[in-house]
């Protein structure tokens, strides 16, 4: 089924190539850059690894925003450090999406005009400092849960840029949860911020999954490449039974009167995200879309004498080289 599926991305790829290729999918082994892949194998990887790109280099704002405001010198230390983790993910893994010849660049030019997306997310505002920790419980919770099968996914690059930002991302949760615990567990003031956060934060974080499996356009493909390892909906599930213990420990209540325990299941019944509201949120219609652009246009803007110092002294450098030989 999964070959089947393979040839019907990517028809003008030789059967056996494709038969082939799908053998070592199969098999658990890594696809190198240099090795055959079918064309659509390569488009899906560019689509997921830019995207993931992104959203580490957007996830940046929200966040940054918040440096200078941290309550205490030892808060701003520690949110320095995770945007800067945040910033060397996003190079990572532009460097494994560049492998598969496509260039920082055109990833770049490819998000300003809308043709490549981020995640969802970091369309939404952070109001309080309590949102930081919000932001880094739930919203890096939800990463690390999708991010962990990545470290076996079948493209290598890929694969080995996700050991180290898993590490780190681990790090990030436990940030953020330590500041909702201070929160939580501190005056009636601090846990109404607390659990004011975790309303406004609960259901966009569900959202980052993608949508539900039966409206994904793309999850059948990928897993049978194994470039996903889950469906959105078994990360969904997972996600929502790890964190509710956490909310019930800090003495929050999950903003979804239909998260209840089911037995027969063993997970918590959950109520589905507003998906129009998260397709609205992708076309560009959320709080924050606006803004985000705006700031990765103007970095982009302002970066570009770099670019063009740094190709005119690569031009001079190619033809000192020419002129030697």
């Known amino acids: 089924m999964y070959a089947q599926m393979v040839k019907s991305e990517a028809t003008n790829d030789d059967p056996e190539k494709l038969a082939a290729f799908q053998a070592r999918i199969d098999a658990g082994e890594k696809i190198e850059p240099k090795d055959w892949m079918p064309e659509g194998y390569r488009k899906t990887l560019v689509r997921q690894i830019g995207q993931h790109a992104h959203s ?122 330590d500041i909702m615990m201070k929160m939580a567990f501190g005056t009636p003031a601090q846990k109404a911020m607390a659990q004011d956060a975790l309303n406004r934060f609960w259901y966009p974080s569900l959202m980052m999954f993608g949508p539900s499996d039966k409206d994904s356009v793309h999850s059948a493909q990928s897993m049978a490449w194994r470039i996903k390892m889950n469906t959105n909906d078994e990360l969904r599930q997972k996600f929502v039974d790890q964190t509710v213990p956490q909310a019930e420990y800090l003495g929050l209540t999950i903003p979804d009167p239909a998260v209840v325990w089911n037995a027969e299941k063993g997970g918590y019944d959950y109520s589905e995200p507003d998906w129009t509201e998260f397709f609205e949120v992708i076309k560009g219609n959320g709080p924050c879309n606006a803004e985000r652009i705006a700031a990765r246009q103007k970095a982009w803007d302002d970066g570009a004498w770099v670019r063009d110092g740094l190709m005119a002294h690569a031009r001079k450098r190619a033809g000192a080289q020419v002129a030697a030989e």
């Open 56 to 177: 580490e280099i957007v996830g940046q704002l929200p966040e940054g925003n918040w440096i200078t405001r941290a309550p205490t010198l030892e808060r701003k230390a520690i949110l320095l450090a995770k945007v800067q983790d945040e910033a060397g993910h996003g190079l990572y893994l532009y460097c494994a999406a560049e492998t598969l010849g496509v260039s920082r660049d055109d990833l770049t030019e490819a998000l300003l005009s809308g043709k490549m997306k981020y995640s969802s997310i970091f369309n939404y505002p952070t109001l309080t400092w309590a949102d930081m920790g919000a932001v880094g419980w739930l919203v890096d919770g939800a990463a690390i849960m999708n991010q962990v099968p990545l470290q076996r996914t079948s493209f290598g690059p890929y694969a080995r840029a996700m050991v180290r930002i898993c590490k780190e991302e681990s790090f990030h949760q436990r940030q953020g949860y």
